[in-house]
């Protein structure tokens, strides 16, 4: 239906839109989305971003292999992901154009740059005809935009070689995006101006790209509006975007703040875990020590080592690197010092999907060790989240003396949102309590130093860092006489400290809060779910209420061990689904835990959920719940 | 952690001091317990405290070392001990890091920690028990048993090339490489001290006797009657010189590779003078290479000992320039180090 209100002069103004810049790997689309992302958070719209790019840095240019492109969903009310599908593709050749075309729905805009639309990049892309022109895209909205020739044009005159001219293109197609959605100029042209500054020639050149992108949105006549997109109501104070990778590394520091313990990273480079290390790498006026180790096993070992020293000891891998760590991880739960081993979970099994985000290593913390070996697992939902699970996960580390495994994933890892800056003072206190001195009184009146002997409300052993007179005390992988900590076989203690070391982690159930349920009066299906999937979760609830139907949401930041309350919850809905990217892994930890019928929903392609699907599966198993409701009713007549 | 060393003085102590309660569970007779005692003798001689000592292992029968000296102790997992003791020695500079290792855990299963603790010269001192047999594991070929070895796990002798655990430590360029053997506790402990004293990753291989496995793999060379004419003592400044009347000496081939001659036939002058401080590794290594296998004469000594930039020091001075550079780390600062906005 025509909008009769708009003033062609005026932005017509949207609640929300999705945008999907997509291009050649080395076509700049994860900048231009970046850059595009930022000034969007300055004007204060909520914002959520996907940037999905092939494992290889430069896969052949044109194919639909090296096709790299960035999502972003901007919108003036809140939102929990990056959009379903994108309203706006921005196609910088025919690959990206074919790589994207299949997501978008009916009357999506479409903005090609036709320069790249000739027969070498169409046979690249396997197009036999160019689509521009054979009518295939008639249920869009198609603008063709020689991006490359205006480009080249638009810094002709300060002497650029073309080649080196039209690499400014992502920023003509970040202009027109500008001006299309009516973003704030100025943080783009500043961010250039201070980017680049010292390369003066490409400086001006990208800020000409830049404008000319803009002007051209205004001055051509192609377009038949620009929209606006308000700002949304977020609570005030202080916001930042984020990645859930550089939150995780400000969750190490902050918790090495709050702790005292000076942070150590022991770590072998991984996708997609290794811009944590950038991040900590850059901080070392915080006295960190980064260290990158000769492998994965090294980068866990040297953790352990300084956490037997008294460091907040640390690792961050992924999938591969989880494997290779097992063992270290066995050593610290028999250790019983606190370690933090953050996997950053990518598609597998193998190298897999480096670069895609998969949850599928949730079986692998629970289980993933010889022996009775339990630890516990904190999973973080959004990028955001990645602070405050991080902090959460040391906390434990701390307090109970174990090694601890937190989950993010692809996905978290290199997504954004706005982040209302928290305060260190809000932080939850993390104390090493040290040992400071002889715990325990033999027969003959001699004080010594214990080291298994434990806090028994935690079950934890004290932690005694070399260098304390008095303390000297020897431990190792072998089983250990509990209290004494003393080399012991026997049959009876190693059934006992087995069965410690269990309820030692069984334990911090009653040291977390209560299952977080988003109920409604009435509901009888309820969703629960863990680490990311928890905005497209968020979003399918949203649409299902928004139909009218009743339907409750959890969602679990701590997998081992559950919140004590987690069966009673289960038990409470008729219905129980649980989405995960994965084939099924907390579904079956439910149901071997509480025994109830929770179902499946999965997908593991590489990408997130959709609250489409979502919204399909829960209206689904709302009909199946009040079907068989009805039937009870009828057969209790 | 609070570092005691600057105000309290390091108290006197004795062997005993350094022997913990756990009764030592080595086979009787085994190389272990004379290395085990060359140790907790030296110990006291050191100037250092118990408190400030961590001896780390990894898996064998060496590693059971830690267990038995009354400092700080970890008996870890399999090859990994140079690992956990980066981690360590680098945050924790105050302590002295001891690595006790075998042939397996060390040249096997370990083998790419110890090369890279080497090259990257962490602060800590690693003995090498070498007895050329897998002893915990009661009796298979390890990398340093010589071809044709048959063990339980090579019945028709074993096909691999022995690693020379030496020539390995030179190659990833470590600044301290000595060899020394179980049958003489005043050269142990001689060798011991000045790993200790030199500043860096420090290595030290030990021909250490297995008597159950490898019975007299040394003998030729360790035994009291062969010793005199079957090992080469290095001397820093002094010609390489050996035999029961030094009738022996070591010269260099006009090829860069040294070999075993009589005095008498080339003269005093000919010999090869020995230095460890070469920043070179050539003359060390060639050195190393000299015996083919503990049947032929072997040098013993420090063949290497240059002083590099340690890495744990060089982690801290990077912290202290930044902090210099930036000031200490301001939280806030750091939240608000990308683009942020406020929503009022």
């Known amino acids: ?637 | 952690m609070t570092d005691v060393s600057e105000t309290v003085p390091v108290a006197l102590t004795t062997r005993k001091d350094w022997s913990s309660d756990q009764e030592v569970r080595w086979c009787p007779g085994c190389g272990d317990y004379s290395i085990l005692s060359a140790v907790q003798t030296l110990m006291p001689d050191l100037g250092v405290r118990r408190e400030s000592t961590v001896f780390l292992s990894g898996i064998g029968c060496a590693a059971r070392f830690p267990y038995y000296m009354d400092t700080y102790g970890m008996h870890s997992i399999h090859g990994r001990a140079p690992a956990i003791a980066t981690g360590l020695a680098t945050t924790r500079p105050d302590l002295d890091v001891w690595v006790v290792t075998g042939d397996g855990d060390a040249l096997s299963i370990g083998g790419n920690h110890l090369i890279h603790a080497l090259r990257r010269n962490v602060n800590i001192t690693i003995l090498l028990f070498n007895n050329q047999i897998y002893g915990l594991t009661k009796g298979q070929y390890s990398p340093t048993s010589e071809v044709a070895k048959v063990t339980k796990s090579t019945p028709f002798g074993s096909l691999e090339h022995p690693f020379n655990p030496l020539s390995l430590a030179l190659g990833a360029e470590a600044g301290f490489v000595a060899r020394t053997h179980d049958m003489d506790r005043k050269h142990m402990m001689e060798t011991f001290r000045r790993a200790h004293a030199h500043k860096g990753a420090s290595f030290v291989e030990i021909y250490q006797n297995c008597n159950v496995f490898n019975d007299g793999a040394f003998e030729q060379i360790t035994g009291k009657d062969n010793r005199a004419d079957m090992l080469i003592p290095l001397m820093h400044g002094e010609p390489i010189r050996f035999g029961s009347e030094g009738q022996f000496g070591v010269i260099m081939d006009p090829d860069g590779s040294v070999k075993v001659v009589e005095v008498a036939t080339v003269g005093e002058a000919a010999l090869l003078v020995h230095d460890e401080h070469l920043e070179n590794p050539g003359l060390a290594f060639q050195l190393s290479r000299l015996s083919r296998g503990p049947y032929e004469p072997t040098p013993i000594g420090v063949f290497r000992d240059v002083d590099h930039d340690e890495y744990g020091q060089q982690m801290a001075e990077q912290i202290d320039a930044a902090t210099e550079r930036r000031g200490p780390g301001d939280f806030a600062a750091l939240l608000r180090s990308g683009s942020s906005w406020t929503v009022s």
Not at chain 1, 33 to 52: C, E, K, Q, V
Not at chain 1, 272 to 279: C, F, K, T, V
Request: a negative charge; charged letters at 20%; aromatic letters at 8%.
């Open chain 1, 1 to 637: 239906m025509p909008d009769t209100t708009i003033d062609p002069t005026s932005p017509h103004l949207i609640d929300r839109v999705v945008i999907r810049f997509a291009g050649d790997s080395g076509d700049g689309m994860q900048l231009a989305g970046d850059r595009f992302t930022t000034s969007s958070a300055l004007f204060g719209n909520d914002l959520a971003t996907f940037p999905d790019f092939p494992a290889e840095i430069r896969a052949p240019a044109g194919t639909l292999a090296g096709v790299s492109a960035f999502q972003v969903h901007i919108s003036d009310h809140t939102i929990s992901t990056p959009g379903d599908a994108p309203n706006v593709l921005v196609a910088m050749n025919p690959a990206a154009l074919r790589a994207n075309v299949s997501s978008l729905p009916q009357g999506a805009t479409i903005i090609v740059n036709s320069d790249a639309f000739d027969e070498r990049n169409l046979h690249k892309a396997g197009y036999d005809v160019d689509p521009l022109g054979d009518g295939s895209l008639s249920a869009f909205s198609v603008y063709e935009v020689p991006m490359t020739s205006i480009t080249t044009e638009s810094s002709k005159e300060l002497g650029v070689k073309p080649r080196d001219a039209e690499r400014s293109k992502n920023f003509f197609a970040l202009g027109l995006i500008s001006w299309l959605y009516t973003r704030p100029v100025e943080p783009t042209l500043e961010w250039i101006t201070e980017k680049y500054a010292g390369k003066e020639l490409v400086k001006e050149a990208n800020l000409r790209a830049f404008k000319a992108g803009y002007h051209f949105g205004d001055t051509a006549e192609l377009f038949e509006s620009s929209y606006e997109v308000k700002p949304a109501v977020l609570e005030p104070g202080e916001y930042a975007n984020v990645t859930g990778n550089t939150a995780t590394a400000w969750g190490l520091v902050a918790a090495s703040i709050t702790s005292g313990l000076p942070l150590f990273l022991g770590t072998y480079p991984i996708t997609p875990a290794s811009d944590i290390l950038h991040e900590l790498s850059k901080h070392k006026h915080f006295g960190i020590r980064t260290f990158q180790a000769e492998d994965e096993i090294s980068g866990i070992g040297a953790a352990l080592g300084a956490a037997y020293g008294g460091a907040l000891g640390v690792t961050t891998t992924s999938g591969p690197g989880l494997d290779l760590k097992a063992e270290m991880m066995g050593l610290a739960i028999s250790l019983e010092l606190p370690l933090i081993i953050i996997d950053v979970q990518r598609g597998g099994p193998s190298t897999g999907l480096p670069t895609k985000t998969e949850q599928a290593d949730l079986l692998h913390a629970m289980y993933g060790r010889h022996g009775e070996a339990p630890m516990p697992i904190i999973a973080a939902r959004t990028p955001s989240h990645c602070f405050d699970a991080t902090v959460e996960a040391v906390r434990i580390a701390v307090k109970y003396r174990t090694p601890v495994i937190l989950l993010s994933d692809g996905y978290l890892a290199n997504g954004t949102e706005p982040w209302k800056l928290p305060e260190l003072a809000d932080q939850p206190a993390i104390d090493p309590d040290f040992a400071t001195g002889p715990n325990h009184v033999l027969d003959d009146g001699t004080e010594v130093f214990w080291p298994f002997l434990r806090d028994p409300e935690t079950l934890a052993r004290p932690w005694a860092p070399p260098g304390l007179a008095g303390l000297e005390h020897r431990i190792g992988g072998l089983e250990k006489a509990d209290g004494s900590g003393s080399v012991a076989y026997d049959g009876a203690n190693h059934e006992h400290m087995s069965r410690l070391r269990a309820a030692k982690i069984a334990g911090i159930a009653a040291d977390i809060p209560p299952t977080d349920v988003d109920d409604e009066e009435g509901a009888r299906v309820l969703v629960i779910g863990w680490g990311s999937t928890y905005g497209a979760i968020a979003a399918g609830v949203q649409r299902v209420r928004a139909r009218g139907h009743k339907v409750a949401q959890a969602h679990l930041v701590h997998l081992n061990p559950f919140p004590a309350d987690l069966g009673d919850v289960l038990k409470r809905y008729d219905k129980v689904l649980v989405p995960e990217v994965n084939l099924g892994q907390l579904s079956r930890l439910l149901r071997a835990e509480y025994l109830v019928d929770a179902q499946s929903l999965t997908q593991v392609s590489g990408i997130p959920f959709r609250a489409a699907s979502m919204e399909s599966a829960l209206l689904e198993l709302i009909e199946e719940s009040a079907d068989s409701g009805s039937a009870t009713e009828e057969g209790s007549d």
